[in-house]
């Protein structure tokens, strides 16, 4: 089932690159009390993720944070090394979003949105949306309708709806 507005989104142990490594990162931490923007994509390095959908909350985290928006995650089926490497070339590490890594794809799957294209090499990736959550509550859900778009996903939209 996919989540929805009004939905309380599933705890999680992410990863990402500390100082010491690979480390997890506890999801319901991140979003207890706070307005949080997350947007997931298909993978790092992948066309439309690196040419539109990340430098689409690139161009709008000030105006986010205008909105209130304590933190923007990015979140992708890939292991934490890709995703620090992928935020130090997008510059979205150097904008402030937080990338992290679900790479056993339990968290997108939690959260109905996962899919696999295997001739495109794409097996348990995440489809492509963004969302808004209150202390860990949907109130904005933007999934992406087609495969190949980035606009109802994208950073503008998200300012739109806030």
Known sequence: MTIGVGDRLPGANLMR????????????EILAGRR?????LPGAYTGLCSTAHVPSFIRSMEALRAKGV?????????????MRAWGETTGAAEA????????GCEWVSAIGMEFSNPDRGFIRRCKRF???????VVKVWHPEEGTGTC????????VEAL
């Open 17 to 28: 690159m500390g100082a010491e490594g690979p480390e997890k990162v506890a999801l319901e």
């Open 36 to 40: 949080v923007v997350i947007f997931g």
């Open 70 to 82: 304590d933190e923007v995650l990015c979140i992708a089926v890939n292991d934490p090394f890709v």
């Open 96 to 103: 402030g979003i937080t990338l992290l890594g679900d790479p």
């Open 130 to 136: 963004a969302l808004m959550a209150a202390d860990g």
């Open 151 to 158: 606009d109802i996903s994208g950073g503008e939209s998200m």
